[in-house]
């Protein structure tokens, strides 16, 4: 796996990843940036959401879950001063569909957080308190 981060100007930047994709990353203007894209640490938390949001669905496809929704909402709490790194981090799961069955959704959520998403399971090994909870919506 391999990025390229390319600086533009001020404190923009285009990251582009191996496959071929690529987002503009950049800060807020009172650290001289123009605010075209996401803060470098605002794309860590959205990536743990996609990684964690990938595995949920495919472990709900797999157990055939009538899935027609799901979001997951990523809060972080930083250290003061530098590095202000993450020290907690909430994910939590809208989970929408015909008749899902808690017992399938907590089973998702609970095996992506424990054995399946890299980044969560990164995180919580780097020392960041990593919490998960869901709800489900009647479609």
Not at 7 to 14: E, I, K
Not at 80 to 101: D, N, Q, R, W, Y
Not at 110 to 135: F, N, P, Q, W
């Amino acid at each position: 796996m391999k990025a390229s981060i390319k600086w533009t100007d001020g404190r923009q930047f285009v990251a582009e990843a191996g496959s071929g994709h690529s987002v503009v990353i950049d800060g807020n203007p009172e650290n001289g940036g123009r605010n075209t894209g996401p803060r470098p640490m605002e794309m860590m938390l959205m990536g743990l959401g996609g990684c964690t949001s990938f595995d949920v669905m495919q472990i709900l496809d797999k157990s055939r879950a009538p899935v027609t929704d799901c979001v997951a909402s990523v809060e972080a709490e930083r250290a003061e001063g530098t590095p202000a790194v993450f020290t907690k981090i909430h994910v939590h799961f809208t989970v929408t569909g015909h008749g899902l069955k808690e017992a399938q959704v907590k089973r998702a959520v609970e095996l992506s957080a424990d054995k399946y998403c890299s980044a969560s399971i990164m995180l919580a090994r780097g020392g960041v308190e990593m919490t998960h909870s869901y709800e489900i919506v009647e479609a």
